[in-house]
């Protein structure tokens, strides 16, 4: 399998921050034009927006699609590896997946199966515009395996995200009077404590709603009372988001709720024989809509260390998930 490591080394070592992914893409078309030449398949660029485009392989007609993204969080760390793991920015999240979806192909076309896909896309980690625009323009695929780190496990559900803005304005006075003004901080200070004490709901399969307070600006100095204060939250959902909604709608009043992103939670497709997990993350699955058929979530590597300076994924999940996804394809096709 050191042709796993070396392609998830090369990916890795392609700068593809989001939405950076060009080069990374290029890369790989070129790499999967030699497969498809090989094995009478085909390779298109999917145009999502300027310079930037999704992969799409094909071998026959595509009943299941291997499907992950191109794109990386900031910021860029170069490769490197020891007798265990693989580092670098996206190691694990998700080159290493890309990787093995590619040597996966590899040996099913090898074996003589074919009627799958390769689909890889761009904007997973800002807003899945390239899965939205793959949603668009599906190619007659039943069943979509979407590769995210999941430690090798077959996930039955996963959270869904609600993003949203608190934006507090007030009246600029100096802060030896502030009976003059009108402090857009304590405004938002009041209504992050409001958002706080919410009792978020809870689902017996993906259990409870989290929130993270994400970054605070505001204010023009120490001696200045704020005219202007601003909060960017996140809510990792467990249904559709519309409770969450109508319960900040209802709690918060005294400043603008603004909202960002509202991707729905999911339950997921299981097959015999795979051990399970859920994914308390948010993945492309939703954009898809089901356009590329019903989807799955597998792929090596853990999330605890996706989007950290440690970034790696185990050599031993690499290969396994090889195996993982043949095993899946062939299960789906028969």
Known sequence: MQDVYALTRSLIDIES???????????????????????NGTVEKLHVEENRFNIFASFGNPVVTLSTHLDTVPPFIPSKEDDENI????ACDVKGIIATMVKAAELLLASGENR?????????????????????????SK???NGEPTENKLAVGS??????????????????????GDSAINKLLDALAQVRALSLPTDALLGPSTLNI???????APNVISDAAKAELFIRLIDDGASIRELLQRTITSVELREVLCIPAVHLGTLPGF??????????????GGAWGKPYLMGPGTIHVAHTEHEHVPKRQLVEAVGIYQSMVKQLLS
Do not use: C, Q
Not at 87 to 90: E, K, L, Q, V, Y
Not at 214 to 220: A, F, K, P
Not at 275 to 288: G, H, K, L, Q, R
């Open 87 to 90: 580092w670098g920015r996206g």
């Open 159 to 180: 959270k869904g995200a609600y993003r949203f803005e608190l934006i507090a304005k007030g009246r600029m006075a100096h802060s030896a009077y502030p009976e003059l």
């Open 116 to 140: 799958f896909g390769l689909l890889f896309v761009v904007g997973e980690e800002r807003n899945s515009a390239g899965a939205y625009a793959a949603a668009r323009t599906p190619r007659g």
């Open 214 to 220: 994400g970054t605070i600006t505001g204010g023009r």
């Open 143 to 145: 069943f979509l395996i």
């Open 17 to 39: 921050i989001t939405p950076n992914e060009a080069a990374v893409g290029e890369f790989l078309a070129n790499h999967l034009e030699k497969l498809t030449s090989r094995y």
């Open 275 to 288: 051990e399970t997990m859920v994914a308390a993350y948010t993945t492309d699955i939703p954009a898809f």
